[in-house]
């Protein structure tokens, strides 16, 4: 299933095609002008300029395309947006600016393989049994009775594609055209693992793999797919699933981006998927598709830390990867979605990536199959300004084990580690951090809350009542 290509010229399409006419740019600019400055930017570059540049508007009508871009061990305080004294990213900065930016948002797992599972599906882990990280050894895999957002998309008539590190098992069956993708273009699992092949659809075409282009093969094969679904007569809705490769080590990047952080490689890395990002918005906004594509950024888990400095940060939180602190765990992660989602929002309220399965379900207006238990929450009321009724309860697991709850604005833990359950110590009673006061989880204070302690408790035994663990794969 090799996809139709468009050639590179087509990928940077002439200037003249994105200018409006000197009358309409100049009305246009008078009513912009009663619009706050900060909005002038998304205006002057979606819908009616648009409507003079390329193609015709898209039909509205049609439910929203979907894009998650996911980066890999990028931590909290990585990006500029999220206070990095010197990593650049001024195209993500932007996005924030132009959408809502979340500060409590989850990864639901600290290592690549649950989290990237728990995405898919809008499940814990512990209900596919995918618990743990795969290697090329594995026989194991995502199970043919889990639905990805992909198959549920699928199904309503969206053109799929996965775009970058898969890692939910790398045999056949469990690959991505086998679980709800049209096109696929990347690594079936990290890049520091061997033999390392590069995959289009379900056929290995470079081995070893050329790491170093890879970020700016992976936003070609994702532009090229939205071109293709654009303008291809078909007019379907899309949705793209761009995993990328890094941070996760060992790091590389071409020549264009080398030496140009001050955070060194691993900021050259960061600062090449902030330019990436850039591109497909780019893209969005030249194919007027902007006002009808709703746009997430979020990372998989936490940095890596014993990798130094070719490990990210977590900003202001503790530890990291491997382990489900708040820095295993906690990401940035920003939607986009200009005329829907307001821009300038920075939110608050408990996100996960969980969220994403019922969040696209709801705007493909998709029914979630009733006998299955779906742990995330649609974000649709957070995004469109609406509020969130409740407080959220978060289960996060290292492996099999149940080691931290997160309550509204508390955190209890049985269990703490350090990087990849390390270190690892029990706690009975259990630590008891309230994380909106205390984000770097330095005081327990569950001796003064036992009333808090007690009510976790008991979401913990309903959890534990209901949970069907399903079998572990390895
Ligand atoms: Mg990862």
Redesign the pocket.
């Known amino acids: 299933m090799t996809p139709p290509c468009a050639s590179h010229a087509e990928l940077s399409r002439p200037q003249t095609r994105q200018s409006p006419s000197p009358r309409r740019s100049l009305t246009a600019t008078f009513w912009r002008g009663l619009l706050a400055a900060a909005l002038l930017t998304v205006a002057a570059s979606s819908p009616d300029h648009a409507a003079t540049a390329a193609p015709a508007p898209a039909a509205n009508k049609q439910p929203p395309n979907i894009i998650i871009l996911l980066a890999?061990?990028l931590g909290y305080g990585d990006l500029g947006c999220y206070g990095h004294p010197t990593i650049r990213t001024p195209e993500l900065d932007k996005m924030a600016a132009e959408g809502m930016r979340f500060t409590q948002f989850y990864a639901a797992a600290s290592?690549?393989t649950p989290?990237r599972a728990a995405l898919l599906t809008g499940r814990l882990p512990i209900r596919s049994g995918l618990n743990r990280v795969l290697n090329p050894k594995s026989k194991g895999g995502i199970p043919e009775d889990e639905v990805t957002i992909a198959q549920a998309l699928r199904a309503k008539g969206y053109a799929t594609a996965c775009v970058g590190k898969w890692h939910l098992g790398h045999l056949e069956k469990y690959r991505p055209l086998h679980h709800g993708f049209d096109r696929y273009f990347g690594l079936l699992y990290?890049n520091d693992m061997t033999p390392l092949g590069l995959y289009r659809d379900d056929k290995e075409i470079e081995n070893p793999v050329q790491q170093a282009s890879l970020t700016e093969r992976y936003t070609a094969e994702a532009i090229r797919f939205i071109q293709d679904c654009r303008r291809g007569g078909a007019a379907k809705p899309f949705f793209v699933y761009l995993p990328y490769t890094m941070p996760?080590v060992p790091l590389a990047v071409t020549r264009k981006f080398a030496g140009r952080s001050q955070r060194g490689l691993y900021g050259d890395v960061v600062e090449t998927i902030d330019w990436s990002v850039g591109r497909i918005l780019k893209t969005l906004r030249d194919e007027a598709l902007a006002d009808n594509t709703l746009v997430f950024f979020t990372?998989?888990?936490g940095p890596w830390l014993s990798r130094k400095q070719h490990a990210g940060s977590a900003g202001l939180l503790r530890e990291g990867?491997g382990t489900t602190w708040e820095g295993g765990v906690r990401e940035p992660c920003i939607a986009w979605w200009p005329g829907k989602v307001k821009p300038g929002v920075v939110s608050l309220e408990v996100g996960s990536t969980m969220d994403f399965f019922p969040t696209c379900l709801a705007l493909a207006q998709v029914r979630p199959s009733a006998n299955r238990t779906i742990d995330g929450e649609s974000l649709l009321p957070v995004l469109l300004g609406k509020g969130r009724p409740r407080p959220r309860v978060l289960f996060f697991y290292w492996l099999t084990e149940l080691t931290a709850v997160r309550k509204g604005p508390w955190k209890l833990h049985f269990k703490t580690m350090q990087e990849f359950g390390k270190h690892a110590e029990k706690h009975d009673p259990p630590l008891l951090f309230q994380l909106e006061v205390d984000p770097s989880e330095q005081y327990n204070v569950a001796k003064e809350h036992p009333d808090v302690v007690a009510a976790i408790l008991k979401e913990v035994a309903r959890h534990k009542g209901e949970l069907k663990p399903g079998k572990p794969q390895t």
Do not use: A, F, T, Y
């Open positions: 890999d061990d290592i690549c989290s990290s996760h990372s998989d888990n990867k």
